[in-house]
Nanobody
């Protein structure tokens, strides 16, 4: 069974950086996508970024383009979200999710527990 574990959240000042990790367990091939989502207090869930592991295709929400970078370490079976130039509006619980056998833009089958990112002004 697929399991996802997020880590790397914390408290930073505006303009600072964090790197989130999504460790993936239970995959039997590289044909899956990992998406990052976030949910701020009082707001709905927002898609942030996604990577299709098979070919490395990546996607970003307009709000984070130029600031966030998604990457994958196949040896560690981990997907990262490097977040630079953080803004207070980036404050949210960040989740990673997996779409097994499909690429980005499809429904996600598994979700991690979330990691809190707080950006102070």
């Amino acid at each position: 069974e697929v399991q996802l574990v997020e880590s790397g959240g914390g408290l930073v000042q505006a303009g600072g950086s964090l790197r989130l990790s999504c460790a993936a367990f239970g995959f039997t091939s590289d044909r899956y996508a990992i998406g990052w989502f976030r949910q701020a207090p009082g707001k709905g869930r927002e898609g942030v970024s996604c990577i299709f592991r098979e070919d490395g295709s990546s996607y970003y929400a307009d709000s984070v383009k130029g600031r966030f970078t998604i990457s994958s370490d196949s040896a560690k079976n981990t997907v990262y979200l490097q977040m630079n130039s953080l803004k207070p509006e980036d404050t949210a619980v960040y989740y990673c999710a997996a779409a097994v056998g499909r690429g980005c833009g499809y429904e996600y089958d598994y979700w991690g527990q979330g990691t809190q990112v707080t950006v102070s002004s």
